[in-house]
Every structure is written in C-alpha cells, then in structure tokens.
C-alpha cells in the first residue's frame, strides 16, 4: 500500500508561485510514476504533470513554462512548483502514485486527499 500526504496549497494572487508537495510513505519502492492532477466543481480530474521513475516529465499544455515537477527521492516526496498562476489555475490539486501492472488494466493507483489552490484575480 502507498499512502500520499498533500501540502502546500493556499491562497495566492494571480502571477504568483506556491509549491505543492506530496510525501509518499509504504511500499514507495515499487512506485512507477506519480502524477499531481487537479479537478474543478463539475469536471472530470485533470492531469497537470507527471514524472516517471526515471525523471522523465511531462505536462498538460496549459502549464508548459510555468510549472515544474520534480522529486526528492530520498525524500519520498514529489513537488509541484507552480509559477505565473492564473485564475483558471483554481481547482483541487491530487497526488497520485501508480504502480504498473502487467497491461494498463492493471495499473494500481494510489492518491492523496488533494490541497485547494485558489488563485484570486
């Protein structure tokens, strides 16, 4: 089992930065990558960011240049560095762990309990 602990959300302006992060504790060594997704009122979770196992990242087009992922493995903890935020960037922000299975039906995955990023204009 994996268990994902959040922190770092908050209040900011607009054009600010705050900095996610998400420790992971548990069976952390066999984690595959981990991804911080995000989710508004009424809308399906949004993937904003990965990292895979080997450092590889990725984002979802509308953070590319403003936001970064990273990991501190000794730490067992994954940020997410946000800068120029904007309004939209308002939403729910979720940690997730998966552990890959034989095929994609098989991935297991783990989140946390999310931390509220409210961006005011």
């Known amino acids: 089992q994996i268990q994902l602990v959040e922190s770092g959300g908050g209040l900011v302006q607009a054009g600010g930065s705050l900095r996610l992060s998400c420790a992971a504790s548990g069976s952390t060594s066999v984690i595959n990558a981990m991804n911080w997704f995000r989710q508004t009122p009424g809308n399906q979770r949004e993937l904003v960011a990965g990292?895979?196992?080997?450092?590889?990242?990725n984002y979802t087009d509308s953070v590319k240049g403003r936001f970064i992922i990273f990991k501190d493995i000794e730490k067992n903890t994954v940020y997410l560095q946000m800068n120029k935020l904007r309004f939209e960037d308002t939403a729910v922000y979720y940690c997730n762990a998966v552990i890959f299975g034989l095929r994609p039906a098989l991935n297991r995955d783990f989140w946390g309990q999310g931390t509220q990023v409210t961006v005011s204009l």
């Open positions: 990292i895979s196992g080997g450092g590889i990242t």
